[in-house]
């Protein structure tokens, strides 16, 4: 089936500094989706991509279509950054199907 | 602007027992809506979804059943409760014809002893 593979799985960050997640893809993807689930299980839209590069403050993801995979950059961590990040993609072929990665669970310190 | 209201908030159900969970959506016209479930501490499984009022598809079977019964509404429920179904039950829905970003409601966290 359709699948989605994140990593890393956790990441620790010192405020200040950045990393980056991944999403490759088994399949060709129609557009991909990032997303934050704080504390509460409420899900953050960040970025719906259906193919380049967007950035919004200290965020910056990029979908690559063609190799398969997306990223999720962040910068200049703060500790409100702290949750879990997921990418969700929809394949070519499943329409209405988004399907989750595995999720990165990342903590920010101080 | 559009708003996703989902009810209850939590839901503490004993095994066996029956389960309607309810999600509505205001601001947007004919949306495609969305059911997914997400076990504690794991990633999110698409259930149903519906494009149309009155027709739903299955993505996973899992003893649950979901109706569109409005335009703006999405039921999912069961008669029977497993342990199973515990988790967090979130509703979303899209822009539709060709628009395909989700949104997400606040989500409905089951327990069920």
């Known amino acids: 089936g359709d699948q989605v593979e994140q990593s890393p799985s956790a990441l620790s960050l010192h405020e200040g500094t950045g990393s980056a997640l991944r999403c490759n893809f088994t399949?060709?993807?129609?557009?991909v989706q990032w997303f934050q689930q704080n504390s509460r299980g409420s899900l953050i839209n960040l970025f719906y991509l259906a193919s380049g590069t967007k950035e919004n403050g200290r965020l910056k993801s990029t979908f690559n279509s063609k190799e398969s995979y997306s990223t999720l950059h962040i910068r200049d961590a703060q500790l409100e950054d702290s949750g879990t990040y997921f990418c969700a993609a929809e394949a070519s072929s499943s329409f209405s199907k988004l399907v989750f990665g595995q999720g990165t669970s990342l903590s920010v310190v101080p | 602007a559009q708003t996703i209201h989902q009810w209850p908030v939590a839901e503490i159900k004993a095994v066996g027992s029956p389960l309607s969970l309810g999600c509505t959506i205001k601001?947007?016209?004919?949306?495609?809506l969305y059911w997914y479930w997400q076990a504690t501490g794991g990633t999110l499984q698409q259930l149903f979804y519906?494009?149309?009022?009155?027709?739903v598809e299955s993505v996973v079977q899992l003893n649950l059943s979901a109706s569109r019964p409005k335009d703006d509404q999405f039921i999912l429920s069961t008669e029977k409760l497993l342990l199973s179904h515990s988790g967090f039950y979130l509703c979303a829905w899209a822009g539709g014809q060709g628009n395909t970003e989700v949104f997400f409601g606040k989500g409905t966290r089951l327990t069920v002893v």
């Open positions: 519906s494009i149309t009022v009155g027709q």
């Open positions: 601001g947007k016209s004919s949306p495609n």
């Open positions: 399949t060709t993807m129609r557009a």
